[in-house]
């Protein structure tokens, strides 16, 4: 039986409760940050097209224990209206995240607190220590991301591994259609053979992120719409996602040059069957790092939290008790 949240004892309400705060960027932009949660401080990073309020059923059962501060990127989330200043997203991002973690620890009256990120964010995490170091991280747990998004001669871990230019061709010519209508507010209004096609690469894109059967059928289920469907769909953040895209391709984001300066303890957490980040270059970073250990579930792909969730969760659990 379903409990309303309002007929909880008031300590539990607290608890459970989500709260929205702001944290003004170093650009003047008010960022929010949902926070809910009686503990030690923790801060979670979302990915691509998520919403940080999608890390709340793996960090319920733990609120008694710990604070969870969950900030949207830009773009994304409950940030989906506030514009980007830069191109290079990441960049962006990391100053924002290091607005955020420096806020926490005046508010909290702490000088560290640990880290958990997830794909999209673990690569703005290791933009974060390449250009403000880890002194305010206490450890850090890096969900399925390697260091450098690009094959290159010397390393060939990148996005999607010996598929990247296939994949990335894909990308190339949704953006050349869509940038005829860059300027446009409203997803509904595009043309409807662009927004089939568009709504298609990312199913792509979301399937390529997961292994087990039920994943994909997940994804299949709620991605899918009729011809009716899509031609009222208010797909609101589609602009984001095209401006990461272009970044991704143009881009080099290469942050190897982040790990002499990340000795605190970490924790690599990899996908045994991820098709965007090859497990075996992925556990390169774990013997780079001076203090890195690794866990890797055989069974998942990149979308960790969604094909083992109960895996995901046991992985963070631990993560947090620094064991």
């Not at 970073?285 to 069974?299: C, D, G, H, K, S």
């Amino acid at each position: 039986m379903m409990t309303n949240l309002m007929t909880l004892p008031s300590r539990y309400q607290s608890r459970y409760q989500l709260q929205t705060l702001t944290v003004t960027a170093a650009d003047g932009t008010s960022l929010p940050v949902p926070v809910i949660g009686q503990g030690t401080p923790v801060l979670m990073l979302h990915a691509y097209g998520m919403d940080a309020r999608e890390f709340l059923p793996f960090i319920l059962a733990l609120t008694g224990k710990y604070t969870f501060y969950l900030p949207h990127l830009r773009g994304f989330g409950a940030a989906k209206d506030i514009m980007m200043e830069q191109f290079d997203f990441v960049r962006q991002y990391a100053d924002d995240t290091n607005a955020v973690i420096e806020q926490i620890c005046e508010w909290r009256q702490i000088e560290t607190l640990p880290v958990a990120a997830i794909s999209m964010g673990a690569q703005v995490m290791w933009a974060y220590f390449e250009r403000f170091g880890a002194s305010r991280v206490s450890r850090y747990l890096n969900i399925d991301q390697n260091l450098a998004i690009h094959n290159q001669d010397d390393w060939q871990g990148g996005l999607f591994g010996t598929r990247q230019q296939e994949v990335f061709d894909i990308f190339q010519e949704v953006i050349d259609l869509t940038l005829p209508y860059a300027d446009s507010n409203s997803f509904t209004h595009l043309p409807f053979a662009l927004k089939r096609h568009a709504t298609d690469v990312e199913r792509l894109f979301s399937l390529l992120s997961v292994n087990r059967t039920r994943s994909k059928a997940f994804i299949q289920t709620m991605t899918h719409k009729n011809d009716h469907t899509l031609a009222l769909y208010d797909h609101s953040i589609w602009h984001q996602k095209m401006r990461c895209l272009q970044a991704y391709l143009v881009l080099p984001y290469d942050f190897r040059g982040a790990i002499d300066r990340v000795t605190i303890p970490v924790v690599n957490l990899i996908g045994g069957r991820s098709k965007l980040y090859d497990p075996k270059w992925q556990q390169k970073i774990t013997q780079m790092l001076p203090n890195a250990t690794e866990v890797i579930l055989p069974r998942s792909g990149h979308a960790i939290p969604l094909d083992e969730p109960i895996g995901f969760y046991r992985v963070l659990k631990e993560f947090l008790q620094n064991r």
